[in-house]
């Protein structure tokens, strides 16, 4: 549905589209993506109420990567977990390990399955990462000393995800080494044109705005 600039805001909006679902009957689900820092939100909170009254088919993923900008989880949040807070709204809840591919994919089957069949909402917590500050120029002079070296030796989702399918020969190293190369000749040939690419005109400004019904 797009980015707003309200963090948090995501929430309400997904309840709008999943209610649209219900009615439609059509299986479809809807999934809302939120920082541990947003989820914070009063309209998030809201929105977990809202959907279990209506019983909504609707995903709750909280991606606690441990800060809200530089605020960390337990300065700022009441519950050790967000699958906590969720059961005070009557909403089961899940905490899987976000850098693992496989265990949120499954975890994530499940509640869209649950969603589906009529059995409303669900929250997914995953205890995510991040290797960069919350803004370019983050010092994050708020993390401990050796945290960052950690992370990137042990919590790489990249490299978790590697060793895993590597391991199990579901393909060879040199099999990503070509995926990766041939990612970075994307990523350059879309650079390389954007740059090339005439200036937009006055009337591209209200291109693609407006609904034309």
Request: glycine residues 12%; proline residues 4%.
């Given at each position: 549905m797009g980015a707003n600039g309200i963090l948090g805001a995501g929430a309400p909006l997904i309840c709008g589209a999943a209610l649209a679902a219900?009615?439609?009957g059509k299986g479809e689900v809807g999934i809302t993506f939120t920082g541990d820092g947003a989820s914070?939100?009063?309209?998030?909170?809201?929105?977990?109420n809202l959907a279990v009254v209506w019983n909504l088919p609707v995903i709750f993923v909280i991606e606690n990567n441990g800060y809200a900008e530089s605020t960390a989880r337990d300065y700022g949040t009441a519950v050790d977990s967000y699958v906590d807070r969720a059961a005070g709204?009557?909403?089961?809840?899940?905490?899987?390990?976000?850098?693992?591919?496989?265990?949120?994919y499954e975890a994530?089957?499940?509640?869209?399955?649950?969603?589906?069949?009529?059995?409303g909402p669900s929250l997914?917590?995953?205890?995510?990462?991040?290797f960069y500050g919350h803004f370019e120029g983050d010092a994050q002079?708020?993390?401990?000393?050796?945290?960052?070296?950690?992370?990137?030796?042990?919590k790489d989702c990249l490299k978790?995800?590697?060793?895993?399918?590597?391991?199990?020969?579901?393909?060879?190293?040199?099999e990503l080494d070509a995926i990766d190369k041939e990612v970075a000749a994307l990523i350059d040939r879309a650079v390389t044109e954007a740059k090339e690419a005439p200036l937009p005109t006055a009337a591209d400004l209200l291109t693609d705005v407006y609904v034309k019904y």
């Open positions: 219900k009615f439609r914070n939100q009063g309209t998030f909170l809201e929105s977990m709204f009557g909403i089961p809840g899940v905490t899987v390990d976000g850098t693992d591919f496989f265990a949120v994530a089957g499940e509640v869209i399955r649950r969603a589906r069949e009529g059995g997914l917590e995953c205890k995510m990462i991040r002079t708020y993390r401990a000393p050796g945290e960052l070296d950690d992370i990137r030796s042990n978790k995800f590697a060793h895993a399918v590597t391991q199990a020969d579901v393909i060879s190293p040199g």
